[in-house]
């Protein structure tokens, strides 16, 4: 099942991919999947939308496949390529930060380069949202507490990030955490989303290239470690770091400028697109 959070023309919809076409409910409580997540409603709402009627994609907005989740919980240096080129070390224990809903952006909508900051980096990451929390959860039944996966873009403003030890600042700014389009359930790809394709393009350039399957600490086990020190709850998204090949490690650095376009694909769960636009 694949599920989308739409609006079109002053109204909100629950959108589903059935077959290669679009089908849409337009029902706001539907939209609400972060609610439909939480009441392990989910499955319900993505048959109403399969029932929907038939649109062109084209025609529709986007937004972040979960609004406001309980918690966004990001992973840095969760590829050994990425640890070896920001020569931090390959990590013994998942390094972590956060981000904020009001960063989240969806598929097709502008990513803002700042006016206090040109040093706009790409990063592309496979998501994970849950569909039930808990505490110390074990590694082995981990992925049963997966809703679906997703895919972001982590875009960083790389001179506020690494001003501090603490990475907030740079990983927050207002319309920068590009994610969606879909969240795709669990049963579409492999166990745990493992040995999938991903790689980000800017302007058609292959930036990075990767796979699922080099993550350093897999879904379960980072499901696993987080539920050993915080209670997980249903709609915390996970973002899992990103491969190699990133702007700020690169010789001379390389940063998106307005006008770029900025894709980020995984295999098996979508495309999503944006386009820099200067504040």
Not at 142 to 163: E, K, M, T, W
Not at 192 to 212: D, F, H, P, W, Y
Request: charged share 20%; net charge negative.
């Amino acid at each position: 099942m694949r599920l989308a959070r739409v609006s079109k023309d002053g109204k909100t919809g629950l959108a589903a991919k059935i077959d290669g076409e679009t089908k849409v409910v337009w029902d706001a409580g539907l939209t609400d999947l972060d609610a439909q997540i939480a009441s392990g409603k989910l499955a319900a709402a993505g048959a109403a939308a399969a029932a929907g009627e038939t649109v062109d994609e084209a025609s529709l907005t986007f937004l972040p496949p979960v609004a406001k989740p309980p918690k966004i919980i990001c992973m840095g240096l969760n590829y050994r390529d990425h640890a070896e080129e920001a020569g931090l070390g390959i990590p013994d224990f998942p390094v972590l930060f956060g981000r904020f809903a009001s960063s989240l952006i969806g598929h097709g909508a502008p990513i803002i380069l700042p006016k206090v900051s040109e040093q706009l980096d790409w990063e592309a990451e496979l998501v994970v949202v849950l569909s039930k929390g808990g505490k110390n959860i074990a590694e082995s039944g981990a992925l049963d507490h997966v809703a679906g996966y997703s895919v972001f873009n982590d875009a960083s403003i790389r001179d506020y990030q690494l001003r501090t030890p603490q990475w907030t600042a740079g990983k927050n700014f207002d319309d920068t955490g590009a994610f969606g389009p879909w969240l795709v359930t669990p049963d579409e790809v492999p166990a745990g989303a493992a040995g999938l394709k991903i790689e980000c393009r800017v302007n058609g350039e292959v930036m990075q290239s990767s796979n699922t399957g080099n993550l350093i600490f897999t879904v379960a086990n980072t499901i696993h470690l987080l539920s050993t020190f915080m209670t997980l709850e249903a709609g915390d998204v996970i973002v899992m770091g990103t491969p190699g090949g990133v702007g700020v490690a690169r010789d001379p650095q390389v940063w998106m400028k307005a006008g770029d376009v900025c894709e980020v694909e995984i295999e098996g769960i979508g495309l999503l697109k944006n386009t820099v636009v200067a504040e």
